[in-house]
């Protein structure tokens, strides 16, 4: 190797590993690439409560159904992602609803939709209790 | 340092990884990561673009931009697969590929397996050309296989920081497994929900192996003991929660001598790291009686392996 190859690939590296270690300290996963590596990096309390997000929705029938994530496109982890966002304007919903459309060209209209977060409480690491509650929803307009 | 960062390793190692690497894509964009191609056709208002999204600024999302990328991502990783066009197809894979994350993680998730496998892509085409059998030691290839041992290690080691930054010392005392568990638990990890000290004694095995990963660039036996313990780290992981850092598994690959599966030419001959060859080695080396190596170590697809040294035999030399 020459000695010029040798220098472009230690500068290479030092750049990449001095961005990657500023991005474990400080960055967050908008920094992708270089973000913390922080998979499964949440923890719960021995004594608090897990909390898993659902959509459920309901159509022009009258049915309560609850929509599986993969069938709007996106996973789980997604919508749980932008639950702040729906929290804040729940009209952003109309995404997910056009996404269902989209997924689901024949499937009954959906007049309702609301992200639900089935919550499991723990008492000393055990699973003593569960509840649901809405966290935000959408609803058509007009007749 | 030098000889850390260059070591001259044989570039048939290289091409072999990088016919594994450049399948591996072909695999992951059409079929493992299969999340990615639907986010085409998800309303662009669920779009939020990741930093270097909005940086560049790449384009939002549509039916068509997704599908054109898949081809030619694909069509781009099977020319460097097949070790011709070797530069010119390998960085287009590494930009499509990187493009492919930035529509895989701008809808409200991002995953953490990628790192060592987008450094793969970014240093294997920087090897040039490398073929199947050409065991010519070179520094590029030593370099590029050091790339992404040390981003392997850097993922598992900046893991546990990340642990401690975002969970603190709550992450290995409190109910972080049991979490998981709830969320995404099997029939065989739901019945450890009823012991909840076997989790958290398992939260602190894990936060050790990732501190301990270093040990993977370590050559010899503690090197072999350590990879052997993260293939085991995911496929448990795997059996537990039905989660498997693939890309990440794949770039173990740049630990193993690859260079000792010899398919091409006449005849395949198993991979020679066994313990006992190794042993066997070791005494020979020990005595520097070169002549009295094993038979199936110094012959390789029916060729006197002239080039092989008493590195080749280390897991991570």
New interface residues.
Partial sequence: ?TAR??SI??AA?AC??LT??AG?AWGE?????F????????????T?R?T?SRIEAVTTEGRTITIAD?R????R??????IP?FRRDPA?L???V??YE??QPDAPELVELRVVNDI?R?T????TSHETRVVAAWAREGP | M?AF??PAWPRSRVAILRTALYLFVVVDVLWATG?VA??G???G??Y?P???GRVLPLPTPTPLLVAGIQVVLVVAALVAAAGRLPRVAGWLVFALY?EW??IA?S?????????GF??ALAVLP?VGLARWGDDER???AG?ALR?IQ?AVV??YF??A???L????L??V????L???I??RGTFLSDPL??V?VV??ATQYGIIAFELASPLLLVPGRWGRRMLALAVAFHLVTFASITII?LPHVMCLLAFLPLEKIRAVGSGWKPPQFDRTNDQREARAASTMRRTARPKAASTAGGRPAAKSSRNDRSWST
């Fill in positions: 190797m190859g040798r690939r230690a590296t990449v590993l990657l270690l474990s996963d908008d920094h992708f690439p973000g913390p590596f922080r998979m499964f990096s949440r923890t719960t309390k021995s608090g897990v898993a993969a709007l496109g996106l996973r982890a997604e919508v749980e992602g932008q966002r952003l109309r995404h997910l056009a996404a989209r997924f499991s723990l000393d690491g055990r699973v | 030098t960062w260059f999340f639907p986010h056709d998800v309303p208002g669920l939020q990741l930093f270097i990187l994350m930035v993680f809808y409200g998730k991002v995953d953490h397996d990628r790192f987008l450094v920087t070179d520094e590029r370099w790339a040390v850097a993922t900046l893991a920081w990340a642990k930054r975002y969970g603190g709550e992450w005392n409190g109910s972080t049991t979490r998981a709830v969320r929900l009823d909840p989790l958290q850092f």
